[in-house]
Each structure stands twice: as C-alpha cells, then as structure tokens.
C-alpha cells in the first residue's frame, strides 16, 4: 500500500510527492503550510544542510543565519533546529528552546555590532504577522536607524 498525502497528518510536497507518485496539497493555506517539517520545510532543509545559508552563528539546538533578502544593513534569521511552526507553538512546547532562541539572538546582536546603537528584534506571527516560512523564527535588524514600527 503506497503512502498518500495525507499519510501521519502532514502535507507530503517536492520530492516526497514525487516518490509517493502524488500531488502536493491543494489548498497551500498558511495553516496547512504549519504542518509543514523535515523535507518540507525550508527552514529544516537549511538545518539538515541541504539547502546552503549564511551562517553567523550556530549552537547545539538554535542556528542563525543571514536574510536572502536584507530589509536592513543587517539582517539574521535566528531559528530553533528543531521545527516549530511559529512563536507561540515553540514556546509553548519548548520554553528553553524558545529562550535559546532569544539567547542566540542577543548574542548574534552582539556579534554584528548592534548592541550600541540598537536594533530591532521581530516573530512575525501567522497570515496579519506577514509570516512567510513556517518555522518559527526571529528576525534580527540593525545597522541603521530602523524607522517607525509600523508603515502607516
Ligand atoms: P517571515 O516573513 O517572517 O516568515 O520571514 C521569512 C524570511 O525568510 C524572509 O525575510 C525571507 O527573505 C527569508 N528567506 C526565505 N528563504 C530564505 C533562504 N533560503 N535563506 C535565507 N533567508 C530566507
Ligand atoms: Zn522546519
């Protein structure tokens, strides 16, 4: 009996798809791309090594690396390795995790030489927080006066 789709609740897409002979999800909604981890997931692939990032930091349980698409002089993504589909999901499951990630963060500010002047730290948080990848994720901006919070 082949695995379908739905197989263990999780969308199967790429190559998976491709093996299991199936079409990914059909409504690619921000809740069902949630589900999303291991091979699905962007932020995993970069984890496993499978997808190349800028790395500026690392420890055992968290990795931060550069924005493909800076918004700011500096711009680092600070994710736990293990998958969490966003903040809130991370903290609750894992608190330390959740703190480890803040950890790195305020060491990768540190290390980009944010600490004096300031800097922003940001969770964008489901479809009204303009979150884009699925796994959670801290967005680390500085290098430049940063403006008001929000565009009004
Ligand atoms: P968010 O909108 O908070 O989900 O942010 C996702 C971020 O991931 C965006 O700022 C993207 O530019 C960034 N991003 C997407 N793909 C990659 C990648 N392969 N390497 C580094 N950053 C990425
Ligand atoms: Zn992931």
């Given at each position: 009996m082949p695995r379908r789709w739905f197989d263990r609740g999780r969308v199967v897409g790429g190559r998976a798809a491709a093996r299991v002979g199936v079409r990914p999800w059909?409504?690619?909604t921000p809740t069902m791309r949630g589900m999303e981890s291991g091979s699905d997931c962007l932020f995993c692939r970069i984890v496993a090594g499978e997808i190349p990032a800028t790395v500026v930091r690392e420890t055992d349980t968290t990795l931060a690396f550069r924005d493909?698409?800076?918004?700011?002089p500096v711009h680092v993504l600070v994710i736990p390795k293990?998958?969490?589909?966003d903040v809130v999901t991370l903290a609750q499951a894992n608190p330390a995790l959740a703190g480890e990630v803040l950890g790195t963060a305020a060491a990768v500010a540190e290390s980009e030489g944010l600490r004096a002047d300031g800097f922003r730290l940001i969770f964008n948080t489901g479809p009204y927080g303009g979150?884009?990848?699925?796994h959670a994720h801290a967005h680390v901006l500085g290098g430049e006066p940063l403006g008001p919070m929000r565009a009004r």
């Open positions: 059909p409504g690619d493909i698409n800076p918004q700011a293990e998958h969490h589909a979150q884009e990848v699925f």
